[in-house]
DNA sequence: CATTGTGAACTCATTCACAGCG
DNA sequence: CGCTGTGAATGAGTTCACAATG
């Protein structure tokens, strides 16, 4: 008898990074018209190894056709189910600088679900502007109360690093346990919650190291 | 006799990115008037495991000192050296919507000796405008061009994910060999060219699954 | 018969544990 | 004595290789 239970512990952090890109080969291929694509062709397309593709999905369930390959609509939604991207998610973000005004603006957040329904800065200059996406800038100070009456289950942290860890500290105490952390510090959060750290500097230090003992420059 | 040989084969990719924390603490740790730190200490700031931090430095030599712990200012050096961020980078941007805009006034960069010095897109309504950078808007035309005349080493691409690659193919031609891809795509390059990819919405996912499997919401 | 699903083999990375040394 | 440096032990993640199967 076939158990359909998903074995969440033993699942590499890394396996959940590829069913991502994973999802969204499957939305191209989708549009492309595809109907049906192997563990092969979706591995290329992600560079990864097939073996590897067909694992990751192994740790979630038997979603393939042997001999024939994977449902292209299907697997998108069962990969959607299992990143609980087929819902609603609402984010409050910190630090309306350059790269917060941007991120607000972007359109790849709430066309899939991600949406930003608050938005915080402790300058008063920006406190009470309404920005373009019709959100308006409150004052830090009511984060808490913002947070738990809007139901935000994700912070953004886009502040200065000298702030950063102040403003998670808020994001903890309204209950919100997902940060998604921009800024380039390293910031320390209890178990109950997850975060994420988005570091360009770190990837530009890789690039350069890369550049150096690899391309010899 | 000691080999200051550096053995870069077997040196995990995860170091790298760890080197480039360590950094960032040093800088911090000199800043508050630190002269030693142990690697208790930086790992914990790092949050990481304290012989983590010993084995990541052994790869490219001996900079402790026994009994003591490690110089913050010689660290920090030695570090700097490594990821050979001890000197200046030119960087090229293609796409100046919200994003590219946000980066090229970004303090973070130029600081660390990462610099902007070409920017292009193919909007006509941006072609020749002077960015708040003092940096004029070029056309994507004139990439390969430009590139090579200013020596640009690391292309940036924050252009919609359907042109990036083609972004990409015209920086390989300009014989640039690092790329920092904040587009929502897999890039293919040949083995000459690094990649590093900065990715908001695999993040987002990676989050939304935690919350998902591990908060159970 | 092409392709999935998966145990076993292997490779890579982290952590332990202690010898080495200032 | 305390902390680094590192070989050995452990653990995690990837790839292989092939049996299972629509």
Redesign the interface.
Same mark, same amino acid.
């Given at each position: 008898m076939k158990r359909e239970l998903?074995k969440?512990d033993k699942i590499p952090k890394a396996t959940?990074?590829r #069913?991502?890109?994973y999802?969204? *080969?499957l939305e191209l291929l989708e549009f492309d018209g595809y109907r049906m694509v192997s563990s092969d062709k979706l591995a290329w397309?992600?560079?990864v190894n097939p073996a590897q593709v067909r694992k990751d999905l192994g740790y979630f369930g038997e979603f393939g056709v042997r001999g024939v390959g994977y449902d292209v609509r299907d697997l998108k939604h069962e990969i959607m189910k299992?990143?609980?991207?087929n819902r609603e998610?609402n984010m409050g973000i910190a630090g309306i600088?350059? #790269?917060g005004?941007?991120?607000l *603006?972007?359109q790849?957040?709430p066309a899939?679900g991600?949406n930003f329904v608050a938005a915080f800065d402790t300058d008063t200059e920006k406190i009470g502007r309404v920005l373009p996406s019709g959100l308006m800038v409150k004052d830090l100070e009511e984060l808490v109360f913002t947070v738990e009456e809007l139901e935000i289950?994700?912070g953004v942290i886009t502040t200065p690093p000298e702030v950063a860890q102040m403003v998670a500290d808020l994001f903890l105490d309204a209950q919100v346990?997902?940060?998604?952390n921009f800024s380039?510090?390293?910031i320390?959060v209890p178990d109950?919650c997850?975060v994420?750290n988005?570091d360009?500097?770190?990837?530009?230090?890789?690039?350069?190291?890369?550049?150096?003992?690899?391309?010899g420059?």
């Open positions: 998903i969440t959940i990074t #069913l991502s890109l999802y969204r *080969q397309l992600c560079q299992i990143l609980a991207v998610w600088g350059n #790269l005004s941007a991120l *603006q972007h790849n957040f899939r991600f289950q994700i346990n997902a940060i998604l380039p510090t390293q320390h109950c997850r994420e988005i360009f500097t770190i990837k530009l230090d890789i690039l350069s190291y890369k550049l150096k003992h690899e391309m420059l």
